[in-house]
């Protein structure tokens, strides 16, 4: 039976790749849906994104590429279907909220597994979409205790990615490191300015006239990890922080949403500490 | 000795494509630098853009690929060179200087081979940069007349395109058809709001909050012809539709020399009515 | 007791209203918090905005107001407090959605009275933050004879706007008449580009590279109502015109959103067929 | 006679200033054509520009106004009139240029005096509109040295601002302290994103999906002065870092000229390590 599926290949570039590529699909009578690539020639690195559609199965396919592939090429043939995430979250409803309509509208492109938060504020705001909701207060706890607390809840469950959709705490190294190339972030700035503590009131202290929000993945080091997306509102001297920070809320949920789709899409393959996005 | 060259295919939409082309390249020993492909489904057409490196002639090249490709491919393959532009302008300096300083600072990637006006305001701006300046007057002349000077005026060049830099005449049919898919203009207007004259007038007059700038290659009909680039300029209810005709010249000119980088990079296929831009 | 209020006024222009309207704060012993103006040269008005703080009656400030300006003058005093409003939709969550979460946030600066739609898409997400929704179809009637239903189900609510968050139905004459500069609609174009129906459909067709979104106050012509809030997103010759509808949601949630929150600050000036935003 | 002037006012903020001001005018008859005022609360500072038409002279109006303002207030009354500048650049063409085309079509407001550079390869060009081109090569000499020397070449001038024109030299705080709020740069990065040295290959490095340009005033701090402009241009995987050069350009000199614009129109104020923009 006839179908579609994404493939994915990350690799050390070497010439004739694309034509070995497209060899494979061409032998097996697959037809190139869309096809965009990509040569990093600093660190010498190909990466492809193809739609492919015909009569195939996943792991055939995929061994062949194998074959003709170098030695360290990642390669993955995704069937589009929905994506499992769970949200963590503190107390803002911005960018939770935006996820919550979309999912409820079938447009996000994932179910959510769960929603869990450090505070109980969203509770009432998640139940009305019937999703489960763990609070897991942070109070009176050292951040190993908490985490351990959230990644216990975690296992519960089959995810492809955890999204701190305004998860307003810091994650240790060993949280991080669980879940690899898995945990996108919303940063409330425009990375690098402004790291850290409360971007809005450093953006105002500096006066700027352009204010931004960045969605990346998580890695050890504090917001910078590799930006998947970002965007930018104006400003001017009127706003005070607080309303710089209001403003600022709907880039955050548009970016943090924005991202979220292109990873869902398998649009996004990580490059060191890059992304490169079809 | 080894040359690198654009190939640029546009052809009906055809099974196996990607892989015939990447043939071509992979049994003649070429690389691949770069590659873009597109197909437009609702017409059935195939766009690819592929820079390529090794030991080939252009010639043969491009015979190799039309053997395998659709009868009715459209087959070019182009040294990256500089290519020569005729700058058509009416009284405005903004676009026209804009170019002006880009080509004496070898950053336009054309050569200027002359500037044709209406009017004579420019003929200082064009001298200080030793670039022919011819004065074409309009006055007590019909449209078929003056038009009829200025192509033998154009005669005299050979060149790859004409830059309508902020010239404030409408062309005829005959003018048009005379340079197919060579001419570029630039309009003062988010197309296809404000066809027409005075955009700027009728953008102040329907009270816009955003107003734009549109490049574009120049069909027979009148601001309808394939979009290249577009961008926008936010304003308010303080601006005056003169305040909009400044503010709004930033746009332009940065949007014409967005458009014709594209251009002469021989990044734009011309789609019907639309664009493909790699 | 001191309080605070929003001091609108909007007049014929002439010479010393500044001065005569400071005067009158400056008497009472009003502090002014912020003050903005603009004149309309082209029209002769003077709009002005001012907060003040102090010890003063509404009724007694206007009337004061009233007489030390021209005849014509409109003079509003308001103090900050949430506006009503009622929505109307079709079947699109995204509009609808963002303002459902502002509200259950308390950023919305208004009480949602009820929803009214003309198809039951949106009756579970709306029923889920306990907001009353009308269901009232157009199935098998005249246009009349459903915006009467819509009317009657309308005179039940007190309410300050009626917002069109993708209300997908052209208004008569009537309706629109019945609310005089109460009807926020957002429209799916960067107007007054691509009026009318299916506006993805034509920026499509017409290989635009930028889409838009406009919020406007509705009048009788169709998308012809003076404009609040406008913004772009842009877009390339791999989107269909269903990936531009999908990518120019966020632009109309976000838009109207904004216009939302300009028109409940009494941050809007009607003048003529455009507006002055503060 | 009837003139107009730009009224500038900056202190200690105070209740009944709008009056008191106002009343200034009315007295004399005075005709307010726009007007603008911010208070700055965390500082409680006052800023407003008003445009004021009538008979009057700037000394006694002056004069007037410093009679019923606070203490420390900064009066000024600005007739509007070409100001005076000074460039200063390095080798590149196109902040320069834009900034000579705009002079050459008399749309900049100010006069150029003449341009400093310390390299020569921008001589030609400066030469080509008959400006005045100082080469003051900082080779083998102490920053000291060199910058007593342009220090030397600047003595000649009258100027009202000194402009960074992509001047790629670090200043020192004696240079800096010699023209206090009178020096305008351009840096090409978002600030404070990236500062110091070859923003656009720490941009590309850190992989942002956006890159920016600023323009500020310059203080004793390397890229910390108040900020008068921002802008942006997305980037993506694509570009290496000289392509993000290539592009920032266009960013750099937008930027820089509307700095230009309203520092020389006399809408910024600065206000600590801020601008207040009307």
Redesign the interface.
């Known amino acids: 039976m006839e179908k579609r599926a994404r493939v994915l290949i990350d690799c050390e570039d070497a ?2 790749l ?2 070995q590529i ?2 494979v ?2 032998d097996r009578g697959l ?11 600093q660190n010498k690195r190909f990466f492809m994104r193809t739609i492919v559609t015909g009569v195939f199965t996943i792991k055939e396919l995929e061994d062949e590429l194998q074959k003709i592939s170098p030695k360290d090429a990642h390669i993955r043939v995704i069937e589009p279907r929905d994506k499992k995430i769970i949200l963590l979250v503190t107390k803002e ?2 960018a939770l ?2 996820i ?3 999912h ?2 079938g ?1 996000l492109g994932a179910d959510i597994e769960c929603v869990i938060a450090n505070h109980n504020t969203l509770e ?2 998640v139940r ?2 019937d999703i489960p909701f763990f609070h897991i207060s942070a109070e009176d706890m050292s951040r190993e205790a908490h985490e351990s607390k959230v990644m216990q809840c975690i296992k519960q469950f089959d995810f492809n990615y955890i999204v701190l959709a305004k998860y307003m705490r810091i994650l240790t190294p060993t949280f991080v490191k669980a879940y690899p190339q898995k945990i996108i972030n919303i940063h409330h700035s ?5 790291i850290g503590a409360n971007p809005y009131k450093q953006a105002f202290d ?5 204010i ?1 929000a960045t969605a990346h993945y998580v890695t050890d080091d504090l917001d910078e990890g ?7 509102i ?1 400003v ?3 706003l ?1 922080w607080k309303d710089m920070q ?1 403003a600022g809320r ?1 880039g955050e949920k ?1 970016v943090l ?2 991202a979220l789709s292109l990873v869902l899409n398998d649009r996004v393959f990580v ?1 060191g ?5 079809f």
């Open positions: 010439k004739g694309v034509y497209a060899k699909f061409y037809n190139i849906d869309t096809n965009r690539e990509f040569v990093d020639k409803s911005h909220g935006d919550l309509i979309r409820a509208d447009e009432t705001l009305r979409f425009f990375l690098p300015a402004f500096r006066g700027v006239k352009i931004g590799p930006i998947i997306s970002q965007d930018v104006p001017n001297h009127r005070t209001r709907d548009i949403s924005r490059n500490n890059k992304t490169v996005i």
